[in-house]
Protein backbone atom coordinates (compact mmCIF):
# COMPACT_ATOMS: atom_id res chain seq x y z
CA UNK A 1 0.00 0.00 0.00
CA UNK A 2 1.37 3.46 -0.83
CA UNK A 3 0.59 5.48 2.11
CA UNK A 4 -1.20 9.12 0.94
CA UNK A 5 -2.44 11.83 3.39
CA UNK A 6 -3.63 15.07 2.52
CA UNK A 7 -3.95 18.26 3.59
CA UNK A 8 -7.44 20.24 2.90
CA UNK A 9 -7.42 23.75 4.26
CA UNK A 10 -10.18 25.89 3.52
CA UNK A 11 -9.24 29.58 1.61
CA UNK A 12 -11.43 31.86 4.47
CA UNK A 13 -7.89 33.52 5.16
CA UNK A 14 -4.32 33.08 6.68
CA UNK A 15 -2.79 29.97 7.03
CA UNK A 16 -2.83 29.40 10.98
CA UNK A 17 0.06 27.88 12.77
CA UNK A 18 -2.28 25.05 14.08
CA UNK A 19 -3.10 24.10 10.44
CA UNK A 20 0.24 24.72 9.50
CA UNK A 21 1.38 21.89 12.30
CA UNK A 22 -1.17 19.28 10.66
CA UNK A 23 0.59 20.00 7.32
CA UNK A 24 3.89 19.49 8.98
CA UNK A 25 2.75 15.90 10.80
CA UNK A 26 0.89 14.68 7.54
CA UNK A 27 4.17 15.62 5.18
CA UNK A 28 6.40 14.33 7.95
CA UNK A 29 4.22 10.50 7.79
CA UNK A 30 4.41 10.52 4.24
CA UNK A 31 8.06 11.56 3.58
CA UNK A 32 8.66 8.55 6.29
CA UNK A 33 6.74 6.25 4.56
CA UNK A 34 7.64 6.99 0.97
CA UNK A 35 4.18 8.37 0.08
CA UNK A 36 2.64 10.82 -1.25
CA UNK A 37 1.28 14.20 0.27
CA UNK A 38 -1.75 15.90 -1.38
CA UNK A 39 -2.61 19.52 -1.22
CA UNK A 40 -6.50 19.51 -1.33
CA UNK A 41 -8.47 23.25 -1.52
CA UNK A 42 -11.90 22.78 0.47
CA UNK A 43 -13.70 26.05 -1.30
CA UNK A 44 -16.91 25.12 -1.03
CA UNK A 45 -18.38 27.68 1.93
CA UNK A 46 -18.04 30.48 -0.04
CA UNK A 47 -19.30 32.84 1.78
CA UNK A 48 -16.65 32.71 3.70
CA UNK A 49 -14.05 32.37 1.02
CA UNK A 50 -11.20 35.18 1.23
CA UNK A 51 -9.85 36.16 -1.87
CA UNK A 52 -6.13 35.47 -1.88
CA UNK A 53 -6.64 33.25 0.38
CA UNK A 54 -5.43 29.84 -1.54
CA UNK A 55 -2.32 31.86 -2.28
CA UNK A 56 -1.45 32.29 1.04
CA UNK A 57 -1.70 28.92 2.06
CA UNK A 58 0.38 27.91 -0.60
CA UNK A 59 3.07 30.67 0.25
CA UNK A 60 3.09 29.49 3.57
CA UNK A 61 3.68 25.81 3.07
CA UNK A 62 5.93 26.49 0.63
CA UNK A 63 8.12 28.74 3.37
CA UNK A 64 8.12 26.26 5.39
CA UNK A 65 9.93 23.87 3.24
CA UNK A 66 6.73 21.66 3.06
CA UNK A 67 5.44 20.65 -0.40
CA UNK A 68 3.49 18.52 -2.07
CA UNK A 69 3.17 15.75 -4.56
CA UNK A 70 -0.08 16.43 -6.04
CA UNK A 71 -2.63 19.83 -5.45
CA UNK A 72 -3.61 22.65 -7.57
CA UNK A 73 -0.58 23.54 -8.94
CA UNK A 74 1.23 20.54 -9.58
CA UNK A 75 -1.75 18.13 -10.99
CA UNK A 76 -1.98 14.62 -10.37
CA UNK A 77 -4.06 11.97 -11.23
CA UNK A 78 -6.84 12.34 -8.85
CA UNK A 79 -7.60 15.71 -9.70
CA UNK A 80 -8.97 18.25 -9.87
CA UNK A 81 -7.96 19.38 -6.29
CA UNK A 82 -10.33 21.98 -5.45
CA UNK A 83 -13.52 20.95 -4.50
CA UNK A 84 -15.70 23.93 -6.62
CA UNK A 85 -14.18 21.87 -9.27
CA UNK A 86 -15.90 18.53 -8.40
CA UNK A 87 -19.26 19.92 -7.63
CA UNK A 88 -20.86 17.19 -10.54
CA UNK A 89 -19.55 14.16 -8.32
CA UNK A 90 -20.91 15.41 -4.98
CA UNK A 91 -24.23 15.86 -6.97
CA UNK A 92 -24.21 12.28 -8.19
CA UNK A 93 -23.03 10.42 -5.44
CA UNK A 94 -25.59 12.66 -2.88
CA UNK A 95 -28.52 11.32 -5.13
CA UNK A 96 -26.82 8.19 -4.88
CA UNK A 97 -27.21 7.70 -1.28
CA UNK A 98 -31.21 8.87 -1.75
CA UNK A 99 -31.29 6.59 -3.91
CA UNK A 100 -30.11 3.95 -1.68
CA UNK A 101 -32.50 5.14 1.28
CA UNK A 102 -29.32 6.51 3.37
CA UNK A 103 -30.40 10.05 3.08
CA UNK A 104 -33.42 12.76 2.82
CA UNK A 105 -34.83 15.58 1.62
CA UNK A 106 -34.80 18.21 3.84
CA UNK A 107 -37.34 20.95 2.98
CA UNK A 108 -36.98 23.34 6.46
CA UNK A 109 -37.00 26.78 5.94
CA UNK A 110 -34.19 29.00 8.04
CA UNK A 111 -37.25 30.22 10.06
CA UNK A 112 -38.71 27.00 10.66
CA UNK A 113 -35.21 25.54 11.91
CA UNK A 114 -34.37 28.71 13.58
CA UNK A 115 -38.30 28.27 15.71
CA UNK A 116 -37.42 24.84 16.44
CA UNK A 117 -34.18 25.66 18.14
CA UNK A 118 -35.84 28.05 20.05
CA UNK A 119 -38.95 25.89 21.47
CA UNK A 120 -35.85 23.21 22.26
CA UNK A 121 -34.10 25.70 24.23
CA UNK A 122 -37.58 26.74 26.12
CA UNK A 123 -38.69 23.37 26.88
CA UNK A 124 -34.79 22.73 27.49
CA UNK A 125 -34.75 19.96 24.85
CA UNK A 126 -31.20 18.66 23.32
CA UNK A 127 -30.61 21.40 20.51
CA UNK A 128 -30.21 19.48 17.06
CA UNK A 129 -32.49 18.71 13.64
CA UNK A 130 -35.40 16.52 15.29
CA UNK A 131 -35.54 14.73 11.99
CA UNK A 132 -38.87 16.11 11.06
CA UNK A 133 -38.37 15.85 7.04
CA UNK A 134 -37.05 12.41 7.78
CA UNK A 135 -40.50 10.73 8.29
CA UNK A 136 -42.39 12.68 4.91
CA UNK A 137 -44.26 10.15 2.99
CA UNK A 138 -44.01 9.98 -1.09
CA UNK A 139 -46.89 12.11 -1.11
CA UNK A 140 -45.84 14.94 1.38
CA UNK A 141 -42.31 15.11 -0.30
CA UNK A 142 -43.61 16.10 -4.10
CA UNK A 143 -45.61 18.30 -2.19
CA UNK A 144 -42.72 20.46 -0.87
CA UNK A 145 -40.52 20.34 -3.51
CA UNK A 146 -43.75 21.52 -5.63
CA UNK A 147 -44.11 24.35 -2.47
CA UNK A 148 -40.81 25.08 -1.67
CA UNK A 149 -38.01 27.07 -3.78
CA UNK A 150 -35.25 24.30 -3.13
CA UNK A 151 -33.91 21.78 -0.20
CA UNK A 152 -30.97 20.14 1.06
CA UNK A 153 -29.62 16.69 1.37
CA UNK A 154 -29.50 15.13 5.19
CA UNK A 155 -27.84 11.58 5.71
CA UNK A 156 -29.83 9.22 7.86
CA UNK A 157 -27.99 8.46 10.87
CA UNK A 158 -28.67 5.30 12.69
CA UNK A 159 -30.99 6.03 15.54
CA UNK A 160 -29.53 3.40 17.75
CA UNK A 161 -26.77 2.05 18.84
CA UNK A 162 -22.85 2.94 19.09
CA UNK A 163 -20.46 3.58 16.63
CA UNK A 164 -16.64 2.78 17.60
CA UNK A 165 -14.04 5.22 16.36
CA UNK A 166 -11.15 3.54 16.05
CA UNK A 167 -7.63 6.45 16.37
CA UNK A 168 -4.24 5.54 16.03
CA UNK A 169 -3.43 8.16 18.36
CA UNK A 170 -6.58 8.01 20.77
CA UNK A 171 -7.71 3.91 20.34
CA UNK A 172 -11.01 3.27 20.24
CA UNK A 173 -13.79 6.43 21.12
CA UNK A 174 -17.15 4.89 21.65
CA UNK A 175 -20.18 6.79 20.61
CA UNK A 176 -24.06 6.63 20.77
CA UNK A 177 -26.09 7.04 17.69
CA UNK A 178 -28.97 8.78 19.11
CA UNK A 179 -26.88 11.76 20.21
CA UNK A 180 -25.79 12.31 16.06
CA UNK A 181 -27.75 14.31 14.32
CA UNK A 182 -29.15 13.76 10.64
CA UNK A 183 -26.00 16.41 8.97
CA UNK A 184 -26.35 18.61 6.01
CA UNK A 185 -24.57 16.53 2.88
CA UNK A 186 -25.30 18.93 0.16
CA UNK A 187 -26.58 22.57 0.18
CA UNK A 188 -29.47 23.82 -1.64
CA UNK A 189 -26.76 25.62 -3.90
CA UNK A 190 -25.89 21.99 -5.20
CA UNK A 191 -22.66 22.58 -2.95
CA UNK A 192 -21.58 19.64 -0.46
CA UNK A 193 -20.91 20.00 3.47
CA UNK A 194 -17.60 19.54 4.42
CA UNK A 195 -19.00 15.78 5.37
CA UNK A 196 -20.16 15.21 2.17
CA UNK A 197 -17.24 16.08 -0.11
CA UNK A 198 -14.02 15.18 2.48
CA UNK A 199 -15.64 11.47 2.65
CA UNK A 200 -15.72 11.26 -0.87
CA UNK A 201 -12.70 13.16 -2.00
CA UNK A 202 -10.66 11.06 0.13
CA UNK A 203 -12.03 7.86 -1.51
CA UNK A 204 -11.44 8.84 -4.69
CA UNK A 205 -8.06 10.41 -4.46
CA UNK A 206 -7.11 6.94 -2.14
CA UNK A 207 -6.42 8.61 1.04
CA UNK A 208 -4.95 5.78 3.34
CA UNK A 209 -4.49 7.95 6.40
CA UNK A 210 -6.43 10.97 7.57
CA UNK A 211 -4.59 13.22 10.01
CA UNK A 212 -6.97 16.34 11.45
CA UNK A 213 -7.21 18.59 14.07
CA UNK A 214 -9.10 16.73 17.08
CA UNK A 215 -11.71 19.40 17.29
CA UNK A 216 -13.04 17.11 13.82
CA UNK A 217 -13.25 14.13 15.79
CA UNK A 218 -16.87 14.68 16.91
CA UNK A 219 -17.74 14.37 13.23
CA UNK A 220 -15.87 10.88 12.40
CA UNK A 221 -18.56 8.47 13.17
CA UNK A 222 -21.10 10.10 10.85
CA UNK A 223 -18.22 9.69 8.15
CA UNK A 224 -17.74 6.50 9.06
CA UNK A 225 -21.44 5.70 8.13
CA UNK A 226 -20.92 7.35 5.24
CA UNK A 227 -17.92 4.72 3.99
CA UNK A 228 -20.25 2.59 5.16
CA UNK A 229 -23.40 3.65 3.16
CA UNK A 230 -21.32 3.98 0.68
CA UNK A 231 -19.53 0.86 0.54
CA UNK A 232 -16.07 1.95 0.52
CA UNK A 233 -12.89 0.87 2.66
CA UNK A 234 -12.09 3.28 5.71
CA UNK A 235 -8.85 5.45 5.59
CA UNK A 236 -7.45 5.13 9.15
CA UNK A 237 -7.92 7.95 11.59
CA UNK A 238 -5.70 10.09 14.05
CA UNK A 239 -6.76 13.28 15.73
CA UNK A 240 -3.87 15.59 16.07
CA UNK A 241 -3.86 17.19 19.90
CA UNK A 242 -5.31 20.85 20.31
CA UNK A 243 -3.00 23.67 20.07
CA UNK A 244 -3.80 25.79 23.15
CA UNK A 245 -2.96 29.31 23.22
CA UNK A 246 -0.79 30.08 26.12
CA UNK A 247 -2.71 30.56 29.00
CA UNK A 248 -4.08 27.15 28.41
CA UNK A 249 -7.61 28.45 28.17
CA UNK A 250 -8.89 27.49 24.66
CA UNK A 251 -7.41 26.74 21.42
CA UNK A 252 -5.02 28.88 19.70
CA UNK A 253 -7.24 31.82 17.81
CA UNK A 254 -6.64 34.53 15.88
CA UNK A 255 -8.01 36.57 19.27
CA UNK A 256 -4.80 34.90 20.86
CA UNK A 257 -2.51 37.61 19.30
CA UNK A 258 -0.52 40.01 21.02
CA UNK A 259 1.51 39.15 24.19
CA UNK A 260 0.38 37.19 26.72
CA UNK A 261 0.79 36.94 30.53
CA UNK A 262 4.63 36.84 30.64
CA UNK A 263 5.31 39.07 28.08
CA UNK A 264 5.81 36.47 25.69
CA UNK A 265 5.10 37.58 21.69
CA UNK A 266 2.39 34.82 20.72
CA UNK A 267 2.14 34.54 16.80
CA UNK A 268 -0.59 33.01 14.94
CA UNK A 269 -0.72 33.33 11.58
CA UNK A 270 2.28 31.26 9.48
CA UNK A 271 3.03 34.72 7.82
CA UNK A 272 3.77 36.62 11.40
CA UNK A 273 6.58 34.38 11.52
CA UNK A 274 8.47 35.58 8.86
CA UNK A 275 7.49 38.98 9.51
CA UNK A 276 9.03 38.59 12.96
CA UNK A 277 12.42 37.45 12.00
CA UNK A 278 12.29 33.63 12.05
CA UNK A 279 13.72 31.23 10.12
CA UNK A 280 11.65 28.58 8.68
CA UNK A 281 13.89 25.68 9.84
CA UNK A 282 13.40 26.67 13.48
CA UNK A 283 9.46 27.06 12.82
CA UNK A 284 8.97 23.76 11.50
CA UNK A 285 11.37 22.36 14.45
CA UNK A 286 9.77 24.73 16.75
CA UNK A 287 5.81 23.07 15.47
CA UNK A 288 7.12 19.57 15.86
CA UNK A 289 7.86 19.71 19.01
CA UNK A 290 4.33 20.21 19.35
CA UNK A 291 1.93 17.23 20.59
CA UNK A 292 5.46 15.41 19.44
CA UNK A 293 8.42 14.31 20.99
CA UNK A 294 11.65 13.79 19.26
CA UNK A 295 13.49 12.05 22.06
CA UNK A 296 16.63 11.78 23.66
CA UNK A 297 15.72 15.55 25.81
CA UNK A 298 16.84 16.51 22.42
CA UNK A 299 14.78 19.60 21.10
CA UNK A 300 16.75 20.92 18.28
CA UNK A 301 16.72 18.77 14.98
CA UNK A 302 16.60 18.92 11.44
CA UNK A 303 13.42 17.44 9.41
CA UNK A 304 16.21 15.40 8.16
CA UNK A 305 16.96 13.84 11.34
CA UNK A 306 13.04 13.82 12.53
CA UNK A 307 11.24 12.40 9.91
CA UNK A 308 12.45 8.73 10.47
CA UNK A 309 12.01 8.47 13.91
CA UNK A 310 8.30 10.37 13.55
CA UNK A 311 5.39 7.91 14.62
CA UNK A 312 1.82 8.33 15.19
CA UNK A 313 1.77 6.71 18.08
CA UNK A 314 4.05 8.85 19.89
CA UNK A 315 2.01 11.94 19.54
CA UNK A 316 0.63 12.59 22.50
CA UNK A 317 -3.07 13.22 22.62
CA UNK A 318 -3.37 15.62 25.43
CA UNK A 319 -4.00 19.64 24.29
CA UNK A 320 -0.15 21.39 23.52
CA UNK A 321 0.93 25.01 24.12
CA UNK A 322 3.17 25.97 21.48
CA UNK A 323 6.35 26.70 23.83
CA UNK A 324 6.76 30.35 22.61
CA UNK A 325 9.43 30.85 25.12
CA UNK A 326 11.84 28.54 23.19
CA UNK A 327 11.52 29.73 19.89
CA UNK A 328 13.62 32.89 20.30
CA UNK A 329 15.89 29.79 21.78
CA UNK A 330 15.70 27.81 18.43
CA UNK A 331 15.79 30.84 16.56
CA UNK A 332 19.24 32.10 17.45
CA UNK A 333 20.60 28.21 17.68
CA UNK A 334 19.80 28.23 13.90
CA UNK A 335 21.16 31.96 12.97
CA UNK A 336 24.00 30.79 14.61
CA UNK A 337 24.84 28.02 12.26
CA UNK A 338 23.87 29.86 9.15
CA UNK A 339 26.98 30.95 6.79
CA UNK A 340 28.47 34.63 7.18
CA UNK A 341 27.15 35.53 3.35
CA UNK A 342 23.66 33.32 4.05
CA UNK A 343 22.99 35.65 6.96
CA UNK A 344 23.95 38.61 4.87
CA UNK A 345 21.47 37.74 2.45
CA UNK A 346 18.54 36.91 5.37
CA UNK A 347 19.67 39.89 6.66
CA UNK A 348 19.13 42.55 3.65
CA UNK A 349 15.63 42.42 2.84
CA UNK A 350 15.14 43.32 6.43
CA UNK A 351 17.68 46.15 6.77
CA UNK A 352 15.92 47.30 3.19
CA UNK A 353 12.68 47.77 4.55
CA UNK A 354 14.13 49.77 7.07
CA UNK A 355 16.02 52.12 4.81
CA UNK A 356 18.95 51.17 5.73
CA UNK A 357 21.38 51.46 3.41
CA UNK A 358 24.51 49.14 3.84
CA UNK A 359 26.89 47.53 1.32
CA UNK A 360 27.01 44.03 0.69
CA UNK A 361 30.64 44.52 1.88
CA UNK A 362 29.83 46.28 4.95
CA UNK A 363 27.14 43.41 5.93
CA UNK A 364 29.25 40.52 5.39
CA UNK A 365 32.22 42.42 7.69
CA UNK A 366 29.76 43.18 10.06
CA UNK A 367 27.80 39.76 10.32
CA UNK A 368 30.56 37.96 12.30
CA UNK A 369 30.18 39.96 15.12
CA UNK A 370 26.40 40.25 15.29
CA UNK A 371 25.56 36.30 14.82
CA UNK A 372 25.92 35.23 18.46
CA UNK A 373 23.58 38.16 19.47
CA UNK A 374 20.70 37.76 16.93
CA UNK A 375 17.43 35.91 18.31
CA UNK A 376 15.67 37.08 15.30
CA UNK A 377 16.48 38.43 11.96
CA UNK A 378 14.46 41.88 12.80
CA UNK A 379 17.12 42.23 15.48
CA UNK A 380 19.43 43.60 13.17
CA UNK A 381 17.07 46.28 12.01
CA UNK A 382 17.70 48.00 15.71
CA UNK A 383 21.24 46.77 15.86
CA UNK A 384 22.07 48.27 12.67
CA UNK A 385 19.99 51.67 13.46
CA UNK A 386 23.01 53.76 13.41
CA UNK A 387 23.48 53.22 9.77
CA UNK A 388 20.42 55.19 8.75
CA UNK A 389 20.52 58.71 7.98
CA UNK A 390 22.78 61.00 9.98
CA UNK A 391 19.14 62.81 11.86
CA UNK A 392 18.67 59.73 13.48
CA UNK A 393 22.21 60.55 15.24
CA UNK A 394 22.25 62.20 18.31
CA UNK A 395 24.41 61.24 20.81
CA UNK A 396 24.37 62.23 24.54
CA UNK A 397 26.93 64.44 26.02
CA UNK A 398 27.28 62.81 28.95
CA UNK A 399 27.35 59.36 27.73
CA UNK A 400 30.61 60.54 26.05
CA UNK A 401 32.45 60.10 29.30
CA UNK A 402 34.54 57.60 31.45
CA UNK A 403 35.40 57.23 34.57
CA UNK A 404 38.79 56.20 33.55
CA UNK A 405 39.38 58.27 30.64
CA UNK A 406 40.73 62.00 32.06
CA UNK A 407 39.86 63.65 28.85
CA UNK A 408 37.29 62.31 26.35
CA UNK A 409 37.63 64.71 23.95
CA UNK A 410 41.05 64.58 23.36
CA UNK A 411 41.28 61.13 23.08
CA UNK A 412 38.00 61.32 20.18
CA UNK A 413 40.34 64.23 18.59
CA UNK A 414 43.28 62.11 18.59
CA UNK A 415 41.09 58.67 16.89
CA UNK A 416 39.53 61.08 14.21
CA UNK A 417 43.00 62.40 13.58
CA UNK A 418 43.98 58.10 13.28
CA UNK A 419 40.97 57.72 11.35
CA UNK A 420 41.75 60.67 9.15
CA UNK A 421 45.02 59.01 8.29
CA UNK A 422 44.52 55.75 7.79
CA UNK A 423 45.85 55.30 4.05
CA UNK A 424 43.70 51.64 3.83
CA UNK A 425 40.22 51.96 5.94
CA UNK A 426 39.36 48.32 7.09
CA UNK A 427 38.37 46.37 10.17
CA UNK A 428 42.11 45.45 10.33
CA UNK A 429 43.88 49.21 10.29
CA UNK A 430 40.97 50.29 12.85
CA UNK A 431 41.71 47.63 15.30
CA UNK A 432 45.45 48.48 15.17
CA UNK A 433 45.23 51.86 15.39
CA UNK A 434 42.37 52.45 17.71
CA UNK A 435 43.29 49.49 20.23
CA UNK A 436 46.92 51.07 20.70
CA UNK A 437 45.62 54.63 21.04
CA UNK A 438 42.94 52.73 23.60
CA UNK A 439 45.90 51.85 26.00
CA UNK A 440 47.33 55.30 26.00
CA UNK A 441 44.45 57.30 26.92
CA UNK A 442 43.13 55.51 29.26
CA UNK A 443 44.20 55.75 32.86
CA UNK A 444 45.00 51.99 33.48
CA UNK A 445 46.56 51.63 30.11
CA UNK A 446 43.68 49.58 28.89
CA UNK A 447 41.77 49.88 25.74
CA UNK A 448 38.64 48.65 26.73
CA UNK A 449 37.08 51.70 28.36
CA UNK A 450 38.26 53.82 25.27
CA UNK A 451 36.80 51.11 22.39
CA UNK A 452 33.22 51.50 24.20
CA UNK A 453 33.22 55.45 24.26
CA UNK A 454 34.10 55.40 20.38
CA UNK A 455 31.60 52.97 19.55
CA UNK A 456 29.10 55.02 20.86
CA UNK A 457 30.93 58.04 19.58
CA UNK A 458 30.46 56.57 16.21
CA UNK A 459 26.90 54.75 16.64
CA UNK A 460 25.06 56.92 18.69
CA UNK A 461 23.53 53.64 20.43
CA UNK A 462 23.54 51.89 23.85
CA UNK A 463 23.96 48.74 21.69
CA UNK A 464 25.23 48.16 18.79
CA UNK A 465 27.98 45.48 17.00
CA UNK A 466 31.62 45.98 18.06
CA UNK A 467 33.24 49.42 16.82
CA UNK A 468 35.57 48.34 14.27
CA UNK A 469 33.07 46.38 12.17
CA UNK A 470 30.42 49.41 13.13
CA UNK A 471 32.46 51.92 11.78
CA UNK A 472 33.68 49.72 8.67
CA UNK A 473 30.05 49.84 8.14
CA UNK A 474 29.28 52.75 7.94
CA UNK A 475 32.13 54.45 6.36
CA UNK A 476 35.22 56.66 6.83
CA UNK A 477 33.37 60.13 5.83
CA UNK A 478 30.24 59.16 7.69
CA UNK A 479 32.77 58.18 10.42
CA UNK A 480 34.70 61.17 10.68
CA UNK A 481 31.25 63.63 10.43
CA UNK A 482 29.81 61.52 13.44
CA UNK A 483 33.37 62.23 15.28
CA UNK A 484 33.55 65.63 14.23
CA UNK A 485 29.80 66.09 15.77
CA UNK A 486 30.80 64.34 19.46
CA UNK A 487 33.59 66.63 19.47
CA UNK A 488 31.42 69.79 18.89
CA UNK A 489 29.37 68.35 21.11
CA UNK A 490 32.20 68.06 24.41
CA UNK A 491 33.42 71.31 23.40
Known sequence: MTVRVRFAPSPTGYLHIGGARTALFNWMFARKHGGKFILRIEDTDQKRYVEGAVEAIKDGLTWLGIDWDEGPDKGGSFGPYVQT????????????LLDMGHAYKCFCSAEELDEMR????????????????RILTEEEIKKRENETDGFVI?????????????????????????QINDAVLL????????????VIDDHFMEITHIMRADEWINTAPLHIHLYQAFGWDMPDYAHLPLVMNPSGKGKLSKRSQGFDDSGTEVLVRVDEFEKAGMLPEAVVNFLANVGWNFGEDQEKFTMEEAIPKFNL????????QLPYSK????????????????LAKALKPYLDAEGLEVTDEALLAIVPAMKVRLKRLTDGEEMLQFLSKDEVFAPEAEKLAHKKIADPLNAIMKARDLIAGL?????????????????????????????GLMRYAVTGQPVSPPLYESAFALGKESTLERLDRCIELLK
Open 85 to 96: MRSSLYLTWANR
Open 118 to 133: KEQTEKKLPLGYDRRC
Open 154 to 178: RFKMPMDGTTVVKDMIRGEIPYENK
Open 187 to 198: KSDGLPTYHLAN
Open 313 to 320: EDINPAPS
Open 327 to 342: LDWLNSKYIQEMSDAD
Open 423 to 451: AEFSVETLSAGLSALGEKVTDNEKAGPFL
